[in-house]
Nanobody, 129 residues
Framework: QVQLVESGGGLVQAGGSLRLSCAAS????????MGWFRQAPGKEREFVAG???????????TYADSVKGRFAISRDNAKNMVYLQMNSLKPEDTAVYYC???????????????????WGQGTQVTVSA
């Protein structure tokens, strides 16, 4: 069983930045693909960013088009942590952000929420205009 605990959400003005953190435990982190998803009121949960570890110092990452160039996912395998740095935030980024995990698939970072087996409790991000 994998446990995921997010932190770092909050209220920020448009154009500002936030960094979300997710602490993982329960399985070898290096063989775990990590993802960030978000869900706004009345909308489906959508993919934001994903990371798959390749080797020390290298990870494969992918992003939703809506956040590409503004958000950055990173991971610290030594600390079993994954981060989402969010810059140039927009009101439409307002959502509950979830950390998710799945067994690593070599060469692919999944964007499909149904492929992720483990989820955190979510952290609220609110961006004011």
């Amino acid at each position: 069983q994998v446990q995921l605990v997010e932190s770092g959400g909050g209220l920020v003005q448009a154009g500002g930045s936030l960094r979300l953190s997710c602490a993982a435990s329960g399985r070898p982190f290096s063989s775990t693909d990590m993802g960030w998803f978000r869900q706004a009121p009345g909308k489906e949960r959508e993919f934001v960013a994903g990371s798959s570890w390749i080797s020390w110092g290298a990870s494969m990452t992918t992003y939703a088009d809506s956040v590409k160039g503004r958000f950055a996912i990173s991971r610290d395998n030594a600390k079993n942590m994954v981060y989402l740095q969010m810059n140039s935030l927009k009101p439409e980024d307002t959502a509950v952000y979830y950390c998710a995990a799945k067994v690593r698939t070599i060469g692919v970072v999944s964007r499909d929420r149904d492929e992720y087996d483990y989820w955190g409790q979510g952290t609220q991000v609110t961006v004011s205009a």
